[in-house]
C-alpha cells in the first residue's frame, strides 16, 4: 500500500513538472527606436516613425475634439481644462479606452469611451526584432476647454 501511494506522488509530482515546461513564454523585449508604432489611416505616407507617431497622436486628439464639437458636453466649472487620455492599441489594431488623468465625472468618461469607440482600426506596433505586432498602451493630452 505504502509503496502504491509512493507511485503516485512521483507519477503526480512528474506531471506537474511536465505542465510547467510545455507554458508558452512570450519574449521578454523593451520598446526599440526601431520598432514600429502604430499607424493611424492617413499617416502612413510620414518618412520617419517619429513622424508617423506625431501624425497618430494628431490625429486621435483631432478626432476625439470632433467629437466633443459636434456633441458638447456642459463642463462644470471646476471641471479639468484638459485630461490625459490612456489609450491602448491591440495587436489587431484596435483602439481601446483605458482611462483619464485627473478623474473625470461620468459623462466626461462616457463621452470619451464613445469618441474612441468610434476610431478607426489602425495598424498595430510591430516589434522589429522579433516581427510580431504589439500590444501598447500609451497617453495622450486632450484640451477640453479653450
Known amino acids: 500500500m505504502l509503496r502504491a501511494l509512493f507511485i503516485g506522488i512521483l507519477i ?3 506531471s506537474c513538472n511536465q505542465t510547467d515546461a510545455e507554458q508558452i513564454r512570450k519574449p521578454n523585449t523593451a520598446w526599440q527606436s ?3 508604432p502604430p ?5 502612413e505616407s510620414r518618412e520617419t516613425t517619429a513622424d508617423q507617431w506625431d501624425c497618430f497622436q494628431a490625429s486621435i486628439s483631432r478626432s476625439i475634439s470632433m ?3 459636434e456633441n458638447p458636453l456642459p463642463l462644470q466649472a471646476n471641471a479639468p481644462k484638459s485630461v490625459i487620455l490612456y ?3 491591440d495587436q489587431s489594431g484596435k483602439v481601446m479606452f483605458k482611462g483619464i488623468e485627473p478623474q473625470a465625472d461620468k459623462a466626461i468618461l462616457q463621452a470619451m ?3 474612441i469607440d468610434e476610431l478607426p482600426i489602425v495598424s498595430p506596433a510591430t516589434k ?3 516581427g510580431v505586432t504589439a500590444q501598447v498602451q500609451f497617453r495622450i493630452p486632450i484640451l477640453l476647454q479653450n
Open 12 to 14: 503526480l509530482a512528474n
Open 34 to 36: 526601431t520598432d514600429q
Open 39 to 43: 499607424v493611424y489611416p492617413g499617416c
Open 67 to 69: 467629437a466633443f464639437t
Open 87 to 89: 489609450v491602448e492599441v
Open 113 to 115: 469611451q464613445t469618441a
Open 128 to 130: 522589429t526584432n522579433v
